[in-house]
């Protein structure tokens, strides 16, 4: 892939698996927070499943739209839009009612100084969504971050590993599942939470800041030695068919891909592929933040997108001097401090 067209229309090309479950779903899809890095693809991808699945529901995105022509560029793609502060209490009033409610809206990235932001977004609104969406169906994007850091020998935390969330954000994050578990409970409403860990596409993620590195000669701190990823496009995927997993009490679901993933391998490799040597510095640490995702694998199958197809595309985009988004990951950080 060279163009930022070819890669869209990659990550939301539906695979029959998408279609064949959306064939199933009655009712429109509302993807709250569709402004995101994940959320322009995801809604794309909802909507050319539903039709080539033959449904005739409406894909819905709702975001701030405060900059860019992202809300034309849906429109242009037959997914209705909504300019709405989700914080406004009369705007989620305004909101139309949907069967199935994609929850993508939250804040990371400055939460440092500004914590009392990123605990309304990811704590207090998912409360005043789950109230007005209590006859919805609701996958709620979480995250990875809730775990405690695991030894490298043990296959990262699965869905029964207790929460320990190092930070703000990561606490923020398992009080957006604690919310959303309150009125799912309260209500009845059928709810699954999204614990996801890395997505990556060619603009972003983990792959990226390593094959940049190592093309830049930039030194890799290798301090976190292991980590998970998967591409965006499984991830958006597993998102939309996880609406037909959710349940009353909540289910809870971590999504990455099957690999425990060396970072130092992941430069080697770039190295090769590059004709560059990586620049290494420091030692692993005898722990990591995983995802052990083997329950969505069963579930949904394995993503379709592998870890050497990811990377042969990483190596290519950077090599051509490809668009990225600037929005580092900062999956070194073990402080918890975003």
């Not at 100084?113 to 007005?132: C, D, H, I, S």
């Not at 409403?189 to 990226?208: E, K, M, Q, S, V």
């Not at 050497?308 to 402080?335: C, I, N, Y």
Request: glycine content about 12%; charged content about 20%; hydrophobic content about 40%.
């Amino acid at each position: 892939m060279k163009t930022v067209t070819e890669l869209e229309d990659a990550l939301s090309t539906p695979s029959e698996r998408l279609i064949g479950d959306l064939a199933g779903l009655d009712g429109d899809i509302l993807v709250l927070g569709v402004g995101g890095k994940m959320g322009p693809s995801l809604a794309k991808l909802a909507k050319r499943a539903l039709k080539a699945a033959g449904k005739p529901g409406s894909v819905i995105g709702v975001s701030r739209f405060s900059s860019g022509g992202l809300q034309q560029e849906l429109e242009a793609e037959g997914i209705e839009t909504i300019a709405a502060d989700l914080l406004s209490e009369e705007a989620l009033k305004q909101l139309p009612d949907a069967r199935n409610v994609i929850y993508m809206a939250g804040n990371k990235f400055g939460t440092t100084g500004r914590e009392y932001f990123t605990w309304a977004m990811n704590a207090y609104l998912p409360g005043r969504v789950a109230e007005k969406f209590k006859d919805a169906r609701i996958v709620a994007f979480s995250s990875g971050n809730i775990y405690p850091f695991t030894p490298l020998s043990r296959g990262g935390a699965t869905e029964l590993t207790p929460p320990s969330p190092v930070g703000e954000y990561a606490q923020s994050c398992l009080g957006r599942e604690r919310v959303f578990e309150y009125f799912s409970r309260k209500n009845g409403t059928p709810l699954l939470n999204f614990r996801l860990n890395y997505a990556i596409d060619l603009r972003y993620g983990i792959l990226l800041e390593v094959a940049s590195a190592v093309k830049e000669g930039r030194p890799i701190d290798l301090n976190m030695g292991m980590v998970n990823v998967i591409w965006q496009g499984d991830a958006n995927e597993m998102a939309i068919r996880s609406l037909l997993l959710c349940d009353s009490p909540p289910v809870t679901l971590n999504v990455t891909g099957p690999e425990t993933v060396s970072v130092r391998w992941l430069a080697d490799r770039f190295g090769e592929m590059l004709g560059t040597e990586p620049v290494l510095v420091g030692e692993e640490g005898p722990t990591a933040l995983l995802n052990n995702a083997s329950v969505s694998h069963r579930l949904l199958g394995y993503p379709q997108v592998t870890l050497r197809q990811m990377m042969e595309w990483t190596a290519g985009w950077v090599d051509s001097g490809g668009e990225t988004l600037g929005k580092p990951t900062h999956f070194q950080e073990r402080e918890g401090a975003f």
